[in-house]
């Protein structure tokens, strides 16, 4: 079985969340299941390095935004497609974003063309290469399915996953022309979203499946509060929509062997996790302590998260004698916020803004808890990183995160089943409740221990997911 991708980034090469975790990691998951993924993927200045040892596979003249070739690499174990068109993606900035934080203008044409070249290859534009299912990442690949039904190709299969439906790729309807779409296909029943292009809902209503990333948000976002103006679109083609939850990289994420860590640990040998506190509270400046729980935030520093939130019961969290180490970018008000916390509670309370991969795998080893208090989360990674370093997750009953993570309540705890703590509001109150029932637990060592042990057992590797995939791909086909 061959199956193309196409995204915007992909781990280790290119990051801004998880969307390049997934990608990164689910290849190498779906060779254990016989299929071959190769990745379709922007080439940008990270990656300029890679061209030379790569072969050209293709070229095309008339993409959105000017000309661009196909070099194939296999690096790190992933075969990529690189899309080299520098015009296009030759700039400093973010992948999205320039040097001020503002959309490049041409976001368009970049992922327009991104898009092509992945139709273009899933019509047999590479000799000898013909994939049976192109499987489109997100709103920057989202045309690829639409391109595909334009040139009246139903064969390979089609598949769009949302990762976040908050990010459309929205534009107005005069870049029609410049991304060679049909003008008859703006319409409410095919390409237009109030007025405006939408490549996320062409590719919802041309792909042939949608997925996303967990069960729970696949039902969420059928929903008005959760689909973002698209809930009536997935509701017509519910049918089509399933959630296959994400997993992680247990060879990249794996306390027992991390070289990020102060001390390696697993399940019989948590005492050691003991280390990497002291550690991480030297790094940051907190005292060093174990009396009480030390809570992390590794994340986007934004109100979706419910960081605002968080803020509001930072004096709470002090009160009750606990620690919280800060670790993201996101929001200038919530970065403030956040500094403002830890220059008001020094000890107790750090804060690092920006962000380092290195750093985020002592976070994890480090803390006991982290928190995750989103207000939707189609899946979210860094709790299972939690789980699986012993970190226990506290987490809002959303998305992904209901799906993984089991409650403290009486019943999980007598079963020794419990691997977090989940609670509903996501307010400064419902925050300060859970806080306190973390207090409570850690409180206890042999229960903290024992749901410690349980988080760990927890699979959160890429096995049972590609094996969905697999069996998603083989009905399609």
């Known amino acids: 079985m061959k199956v193309l991708m196409v995204a915007s980034e992909c781990a280790p090469f290119v ?83 320039d040097e ?103 590719a919802l209503m041309f792909s042939d499946r949608i997925t996303t990333v967990s069960p729970t948000y696949a039902r969420e976002i059928l929903t008005p509060e959760f689909g973002m103006g698209l809930d009536g679109v997935l509701q017509a083609r519910s049918g089509a929509l399933s959630g296959v939850l994400n997993g992680i990289d247990t060879e990249a994420w794996n306390p027992a062997t991390d070289t990020a860590l102060a001390q390696t640990y697993d399940a019989k040998t948590l005492k050691r996790k003991a280390a990497n506190r002291v550690a991480l509270s030297e790094r940051l400046g907190l005292e060093t302590r174990s009396d009480a729980p030390l809570f992390c935030v590794v994340s986007r520093l934004t109100n979706q998260k419910g960081l605002d939130a968080l803020l509001e019961a930072v004096p709470h969290l002090v009160d009750r004698g606990a620690q919280l180490a800060v670790l993201g970018t996101g929001q200038p008000d919530l970065e403030k916020g956040f500094r403002d916390a830890a220059m008001a509670h020094p000890r107790q309370v750090a804060t690092h803004i920006g962000y380092d991969e290195a750093l985020s795998h002592l976070f994890q080893a480090g803390s006991d808890a982290i928190l995750i208090p989103s207000r939707f989360e189609p899946c979210g990674l860094t709790q299972l990183y939690g789980l699986h370093y012993g970190t226990l997750p506290v987490v809002a009953r959303t998305g992904g995160l209901a799906d993984t993570v089991i409650d403290a ?21 419902g925050l300060a409740a859970v806080i306190d029932r973390v207090v409570e637990a850690y409180a206890d060592p042999k229960l903290w221990q024992s749901m410690q042990r349980a988080a760990m057992r927890h699979p959160v590797s890429w096995d049972s997911s590609a094996q969905a995939y697999h069996d998603l791909y083989t009905e399609l086909v």
């Open 100 to 202: 001020n934080g503002r959309d490049w203008s041409d976001n368009h044409l970049r992922f327009g063309a991104l898009s092509m070249a992945g139709a273009r290859i899933a019509m047999g534009a590479i000799e000898g290469y013909q994939p049976d299912v192109v499987h489109a990442h997100d709103w920057q690949a989202a045309l690829a399915p639409v391109y595909m039904r334009m040139a009246g190709r139903d064969i390979p299969r089609s598949i769009i996953t949302i990762h976040n439906i908050a990010f459309q790729g929205r534009f107005g309807p005069q870049v029609l022309g410049q991304l060679q779409l049909k003008t008859d296909w703006f319409h409410p029943e095919g390409l237009e979203f109030h007025g405006d292009l939408s490549f996320l809902k062409g």
């Open 15 to 97: 990051k801004t969340g998880g969307l390049a975790d997934v990608v990164g990691a689910l290849p190498g998951a779906l060779a254990r299941v016989d299929v071959d993924a190769q990745v379709v993927l922007p080439a940008y200045p990270p990656l300029f390095p890679v061209l030379p040892e790569g072969e050209e596979v293709a070229r095309f003249d008339d993409l959105p935004g000017g000309p661009g070739r196909l070099v194939r690499a296999t690096v790190h174990g992933i075969t990529l497609l690189l899309l080299d068109a520098p015009q296009l993606f030759d700039r400093p900035g973010g992948l999205y974003v």
């Open 409 to 429: 309540n009486v019943a999980a705890i007598v079963a020794k089943a419990a691997t977090g703590f989940v609670f509903h509001e996501v307010s400064a109150n």
